[in-house]
């Protein structure tokens, strides 16, 4: 393909992980970005000629993180909820009214002005793909504003009218409207539908009909699941061929037999058992049986107010029993997997030159280092964000 732009070498790169199982890591390693992909990857002392340079001095680069699980679009605070959970008080999906109320009451302005704050500071942390959910609106009108708030910033944006059962409805009425008027109003700003299949929120026979609908308007399915308890998602998920089945906390051998054979990510959100001092994800028995597993921030305002990949990084090390190698794997390439995206996620010779630049010689210390900004430099698309 024809160069149309100018070409750019980072060398001097004390560590490049690339999340690309052929060449994973390199060391005293150099990149060249051009027209927004990654034209070459090998060591510096074999770097070709570009038309700028940047030296690493010995820094580390990854891939930009992928965070494939987030729910941006919102107003209010639920401040008052985590301290009480800190106080003592049991977790349950009731909360989410908190946020739909506020969220409803605030004018679009407000929801971008809020919306483009997260993503700012999720940039600043080094991610450079996210999605975003609808699910704080649960009226028509609500879930298509959204929506369109979300897709002005990414193009993965989730239809989540199926988040819990709103007051003053019944169960049944509330999901014909999430598969019928409401459906018909936010499929053409969605890229995937989802629901939350717990307790408290949506049943198996409710979730494979959200997600069966969602699917038949052209939309691709993931789902809320495990979460709380065992329970149906996960088998949803794979019947359904999901792309993901995020939290998965409570899983059965026959949970994990499944994710592992059916090709459904695995996308486990740590930020939420920190917020509500729940049990964390066993990672370890999911990667030991052949699953795919992906890291996500679950960004929201009730049980993970979070933007920080980093933050999740270290919690899968600590928490979750997951090598620092796996966690950044988990954070890049299987994000993009949990998307079914194959042009981030990795560095290689044609993805999107989406790179990070760590204030650090190797991506082990953001797990070593937990809570310090070691993100120094992000690129995305071979552009220069942060």
Not at 174 to 195: N, Q, S
């Amino acid at each position: 393909m024809e160069s149309s732009g100018r070409s750019t070498l980072v060398d001097g790169i004390g560590l490049l992980f690339t999340a690309d199982p052929f060449r994973e890591e390199i060391e005293d390693a150099a990149l060249v970005m051009e027209d927004g992909v990654v034209r070459w990857i090998g060591r510096s002392a074999t770097a070709p000629a570009a038309d700028a340079r940047i030296d690493a001095e010995g820094r580390a680069v990854i891939p930009g993180f992928v965070d494939s699980h987030a729910h941006l679009v919102f107003a209010g605070d639920r401040t008052a909820e985590f301290a009480a959970r800190m106080a003592g008080e049991r977790y349950s999906a009731g909360g989410i009214a908190t946020t739909v109320a506020a969220t409803r009451e605030a004018s679009v302005p407000e929801l971008v002005a809020t919306t483009a704050a997260l993503v700012t500071e999720m940039t600043a942390q080094g991610t450079t793909t996210f999605e975003i959910k609808s699910g704080y609106g649960l009226t028509v009108d609500s879930e298509r504003r959204s929506l369109e708030i979300a897709s002005q910033f990414t193009p993965e944006t989730t239809y989540l009218g199926a988040h819990v059962v709103p007051p003053g409805t019944s169960a049944d009425d509330y999901v014909r409207t999430v598969t019928g008027p409401m459906l018909d109003a936010c499929a053409p700003h969605a890229k995937w539908v989802d629901v939350f299949c717990e307790r408290g929120a949506f049943d198996e026979d409710q979730s494979r009909e959200i997600l069966g609908a969602g699917i038949k308007s052209g939309l691709h399915a993931r789902i809320h699941a495990n979460q709380l308890g065992e329970g149906p998602g996960v088998r949803i998920a794979c019947d359904l061929g999901a792309a993901s089945a995020d939290h998965c906390t409570h899983l059965s051998d026959d949970d994990v037999t499944a994710l592992a054979s059916s090709g459904v990510v695995a996308t486990l959100l740590p930020g939420a058992e920190f917020s509500t001092r729940s049990p964390y994800p066993d990672a370890r028995r999911l990667l030991d049986a052949g699953a795919t597993v992906a890291l996500a921030t679950d960004c929201n305002p009730g049980s993970s107010f979070t933007t920080s990949m980093p933050f999740c990084v270290a919690l899968a090390v600590r928490e979750m029993r997951m090598t620092p190698a796996e966690a950044v794997r988990a954070a890049t390439r299987g994000g993009a997997q949990a998307l079914r995206r194959r042009d981030v996620g990795t560095l290689r010779v044609g993805a999107k030159a989406d790179l990070v630049m760590l204030d650090a010689p190797s991506y082990v210390h953001l797990a070593y280092r937990p809570g310090v900004p070691l993100v120094s430099q992000v690129w995305r698309a071979g552009r220069r964000v942060v």
